[in-house]
């Protein structure tokens, strides 16, 4: 009973859309009818600003760390990456946003955070890395997300190394629209790094 509990709470504040709410909250707009469409950080960067986009992206990180610290509070021997997994399924289908919500990775790495917080370190700096040699959001996402699966078999935590599997499954899964137009050359660039739109 108690896991069912954790599992719903887990989706549930996965479920909470950050970008649609600071939008239509505190700027009268809706993120999804703009951009790319997604409810996600990057958009909300690219259409709300820095501002939003860093208020989002730390939500949305959060809502994967709380989830994946349920287990911890509520004194459950379930693994937390376990829970975590419903928030970045919530995150990807909201109940509260018509289940069309965002591309899994700042929640991903929210429930890392929550889970093992070196790891997620580690994997920061290779997206740092990626999207400033890129200036790629999408790209730098792909690559940390595959690196961190691989890495993840080193750990001597299958269940986690389970987890990030999935997740990276389906990051790569929301992100099929970007690899399609990063093979084309037409994939967004960020005002910043080394190939930044001019």
Not at 158 to 175: D, G, S, T
């Amino acid at each position: 009973m108690l896991e069912a509990i954790m599992f719903l709470l887990a989706y549930l504040l996965g479920s909470i859309p950050s970008g649609v709410w600071i939008g239509k909250l505190f700027y009268k707009t809706d993120v999804r009818e703009h951009g790319s469409g997604n409810s996600g950080t990057t958009n909300t960067f690219r259409v709300l600003g820095k501002k939003a986009g860093i208020i989002v992206l730390v939500l949305d990180i959060l809502k994967g760390t709380l989830a994946a610290l349920l287990p911890i509070w509520l004194g459950s021997n379930i693994h937390p990456m376990v829970v975590g997994l419903f928030a970045v399924i919530g995150h990807v289908y909201p109940i509260f946003a018509k289940f069309k919500g965002g591309k899994a990775v700042a929640t991903s790495a929210g429930i890392a955070l929550g889970a093992q917080p070196i790891f997620l370190l580690c994997l920061a700096v290779i997206w740092g890395v990626v999207l400033y040699t890129s200036s790629m959001v999408s790209l730098a996402s792909i690559i940390a997300v595959i690196i961190g699966a691989i890495a993840s078999l080193f750990l001597g935590d299958p269940l986690f190394a389970l987890i990030v599997w999935i997740a990276m499954i389906i990051v790569i899964v929301r992100h099929k629209s970007n690899i399609g137009r990063i093979k084309n050359g037409t994939e967004n660039k960020v005002p910043f790094g080394l190939k930044k739109d001019k």
